[in-house]
Nanobody, 124 residues
Framework: QVQLVESGGGLVQAGDSLRLSCAAS????????MAWFRQTPGKAREFVAG????????TSTDSVQGRFTISRDSAKNTVYLQMNSLKPEDTAAYYC?????????????????WGHGTQVTVSS
């Protein structure tokens, strides 16, 4: 079973950058897709970006395209979310997720392995 641990969240100002990390342990990720979701109180968990580990295919939601980049480091078994030009509306708890599939799926119900989350707060 894969375990996920997120890090890198914090309080920043609008326009700043942050890099979130998700360290995976437990098994090789070659047959997994990894994704980042975010959630604010009272709202459903929202897909942000995903990457298929073996092929490196990525996809992201429209609101972060051109600002956020997902990547993975096979040697470190870690997936990253580089977030640039942060906006107050990016404020949320960010979660790393994994699913045993080679397709980048975007529904939160598609993923069955989750980290505990890391808070990102962007002040205006």
């Amino acid at each position: 079973q894969v375990q996920l641990v997120e890090s890198g969240g914090g309080l920043v100002q609008a326009g700043d950058s942050l890099r979130l990390s998700c360290a995976a342990s437990g098994r090789t990720l070659s047959t997994y897709t990894m994704a980042w979701f975010r959630q604010t109180p009272g709202k459903a968990r929202e897909f942000v970006a995903g990457v298929s580990w073996s092929a490196g295919r990525t996809t992201s939601t429209d609101s972060v395209q051109g600002r956020f980049t997902i990547s993975r480091d096979s040697a470190k078994n870690t997936v990253y979310l580089q977030m640039n030009s942060l906006k107050p509306e990016d404020t949320a708890a960010y979660y790393c997720a994994a699913k045993s599939t080679t397709r980048v799926v975007t529904g939160f119900y598609d993923y069955d392995i989750w980290g505990h989350g890391t808070q990102v707060t962007v002040s205006s």
